[in-house]
């Protein structure tokens, strides 16, 4: 069974910083594409980064870019969000996501239930 | 940047009774192959999305058959032929044409 476990949540002030990870099991990690997308309280899903299943690859939402870095560890079923000068329009609860297939077209069958990041003086 | 615009944006529907949204995107989703990027998520309050449609039209793993999607080119349709109170979330369509965008999301509710 697929699990994607995310943490790194909290307060933090506008302009600093937090690095989310997502844990990952149940299937072979190194393989698929992974994503991260965010919902601000009582909004929709914005889609904010995806990597590639090599890591070789990285692609960021214009709300993000510049600010956020996405990276994975294949050794350890890891994938990170760094985030940088964050804004108080930042605060959401960030998902971790699986690609479907080894695709690049595709979209994310699996989600973690997310961890909060609320930006605030 | 794809737009992706849904309507309605919410919806009351009797149990039982088939239920109907529309999705559409401001540049065409076929790509060049003929393949056409277009999926459907339904979110349950409190929970993750979780994928219904995937490709248009396929319903992804122990997905109930009263969910059905179609379409082509720019516009989409997701169909759920006899709504049970269980369908009560958030439904929104995604495209992965060109990187990943959500539609605004349309909330059904049960009367």
């Known amino acids: 069974e697929v699990q994607l476990l995310e943490s790194g949540g909290g307060l933090v002030q506008p302009g600093g910083s937090l690095r989310l990870s997502c844990a990952a099991s149940g299937f072979t990690f190194s393989t698929y594409a992974m994503t991260w997308v965010r919902q601000a309280p009582g909004t929709g899903l914005e889609w904010v980064s995806s990597?590639?299943?090599?890591?070789?690859?990285?692609y960021y939402g214009d709300s993000v870019k510049g600010r956020f870095t996405i990276s994975r560890d294949n050794s350890k079923n890891t994938l990170f969000l760094q985030m940088n000068f964050l804004r108080a329009e930042d605060t959401a609860l960030y998902y971790c996501?699986?690609?479907?297939?080894?695709?690049?077209?595709?979209?994310?069958?699996?989600w973690g239930q997310g961890t909060l990041v609320t930006v605030s003086s | 940047d794809i737009v992706m615009t849904q309507t309605p944006l919410s919806l009351s529907v009797t149990p039982g009774q088939p239920a109907s949204i529309s999705c559409k995107s401001s540049q065409s989703l076929q790509k060049s192959d003929g393949r056409t990027f277009l999926y459907w998520y339904l979110q349950k309050p409190g929970q993750p999305p979780q994928l219904l449609i995937h490709d248009v039209s396929y319903r992804f793993s122990r997905v109930p058959d009263r969910f059905s999607g179609s379409g082509s080119g720019t516009d989409f349709t997701l169909i759920i032929s006899r709504v049970e109170a269980e369908d009560v979330g958030t439904y929104y369509c995604?495209?992965?044409?060109?990187?990943?965008?959500f539609g605004q999301g349309t909330k059904l509710e049960i009367k």
């Open positions: 990597i590639s299943d090599s890591g070789d690859h990285t």
């Open positions: 996501a699986k690609a479907y297939t080894s695709d690049w077209y595709t979209c994310f069958d699996s």
């Open positions: 995604m495209q992965s044409l060109h990187l990943y965008s």
